[in-house]
């Protein structure tokens, strides 16, 4: 869907706009994949429907829970990031992380639907950490990455002696428990393999929503008697919705359909190749393709993708949680995705790296990367960057998650980036590594007719995607090829005096006026190009009575 929202006057009328091929734009952050059927748009938006309700207690919710709907945590966008923290707790005895005696979970649940039910921290407790909620944007993409092409990159032994051994943290899905084991990849401790399996973990554990693949309550404290107190929902609770589909298909719907988070410029920055030279990409690689398989929906299957991340398990040293989970021990992680990153405070699992400014964050990030385990030399790589190169970095960093002709650069695409676009389209040329590159959409080091065109399809303002002169042209597109807006209206000065000549006869006349009020209330007349006809146009006509120009 083009995100530019033209009036449909202006799209009746303007034949080249509405006939032009469709640019491919990359879509927003929190937007749908672009490829969608009609079907397939319906069940996302449906699906965010379900993971932005909240759930009632008569619905499921409880008896212990951490919120009540998804989006409480997933806010940045809605099915990204959060800076909500979840709390796992337990004891730790020779390194070693273990459950408190009689607790199932380390999972902290902090709210109850009744005082009775309340989970606590035991006093015993040696271990207590903290988890930023991380994303799912994409993850019908993620999901859809081949199990081999992630086991490609293990290197257990680290055989090629780089200090570098990721492993694959292999797991059982939850809706297929007997079935063969699959390469984890969400996670903070690449815990889960499937959208469903996490879908259903977080619905019990995070709401306490038992369903179909989770659908023993959780006890507060692993105190199953006190359960029948203050839950008395039937388990599982999720039961399916008049279409057939439960809660937790819903909001795997919407998770599997989010598109991939933009970034911009696409290739070519300089801070890239300083990234790969420090050893960064030996964890967080770019380029991976979706599976082929023909049980994938087309939006999906086959797609070259950009998450930088190899989703194995880590040695991270100090930087590990402490927390062993499945198979993945103490001090292991999984990569994270990076796309995205330019909007994501706090970062790491514990939040570390948070608040000041981006290259603050980032910097912190990247240093708690070291002094032990594998990130260590990728991190004394870094501190011992030169300026520029640090800078460059940074600046590499901050295009993951950046919006195409974004200039200013604040998520959307208006009218102060069309005044951005003027000098870069003048100049007409533009390396990745300035900010004009962010306008440089099919990456040729030109900014021309093609980047125009593109910008014109990624314009979100209002201003000046009127037609004033009738030719075919949007107003913005004229003033970007010349003609005068001394009045920086986004309405090119030299249109007004043809303004309402509706025939385009060269004369308001008579015929003008019966055009007009024929098409009163509609965009049939419609003179200043606001979508409607209306006395603001028949204004303009008597203004301009007789001849043009
Ligand atoms: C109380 C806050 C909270 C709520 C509510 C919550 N989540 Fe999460 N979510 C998190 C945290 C924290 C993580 C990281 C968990 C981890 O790896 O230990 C996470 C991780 C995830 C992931 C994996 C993301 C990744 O990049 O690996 C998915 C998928 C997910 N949640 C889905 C959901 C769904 C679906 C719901 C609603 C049913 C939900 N979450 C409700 C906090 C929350
Ligand atoms: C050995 C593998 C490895 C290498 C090398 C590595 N990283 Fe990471 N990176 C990780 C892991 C694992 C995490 C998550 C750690 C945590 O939060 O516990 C992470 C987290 C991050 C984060 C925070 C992301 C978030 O979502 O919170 C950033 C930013 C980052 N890395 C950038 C870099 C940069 C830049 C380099 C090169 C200087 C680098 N990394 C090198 C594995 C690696």
Known sequence: MPRM?????????VVPLA??????????????????????LELFWAGHEAYSTPITVAGGLGPIMNKSNCISCHTNPIGGWGSIAVNHYGIEKKGEFMLLPGETQSLLQTLAVSPLCAEVVPEDATVFIQRITNSSLAFGLIEAIPDASIAANADATDANADGISGRVHWVNLLEDPTGPLR????????????????SGDAARNEMGLTNALVPGENAPNGNASILTECDSVADPEDAPDSEGFRFIDRVTHFQRYLAQPPQTPKSGMTGEAVFNAIGCNACHIRDWTTSNSPSLEDAIRNKAIKPYSDFLLHNMGGLGDG??????DESEMRTPVLWNLRTRDPMLHHGAAAGGTFATRVTKAIELHGPFGEGAASAAAFMALGGT?????IAFLGSL????FDLDPDNQVDAFDFTLFQPCFANGAASPDTNCGVADFNQDGLINMVDADAFMQAYEGAEGTGDCDRDGQIDLMEILLGAPDADSDFIPDDCVGCQADFNGDGHRDGVDLGILLAGWGTAAADANGDGVTDGVDLGILLAGWGTCG
């Open 323 to 328: 927390v062993q989970q499945g198979d993945a």
């Open 5 to 13: 929202m033209l009036p449909t006057a202006t799209l009746l009328l």
């Open 183 to 198: 390469a984890g990849r969400f996670g903070w401790k690449a815990q889960v393999a499937s959208t469903l399996s996490f």
């Open 401 to 404: 998650g950046k919006l195409e």
């Open 389 to 393: 190169q640090k800078a460059q970095l």
């Open 19 to 40: 006939t032009a091929r469709a640019i491919d734009i990359q879509p927003k952050a929190g937007a749908p994949l672009a490829g969608l059927t009609t079907a397939q």
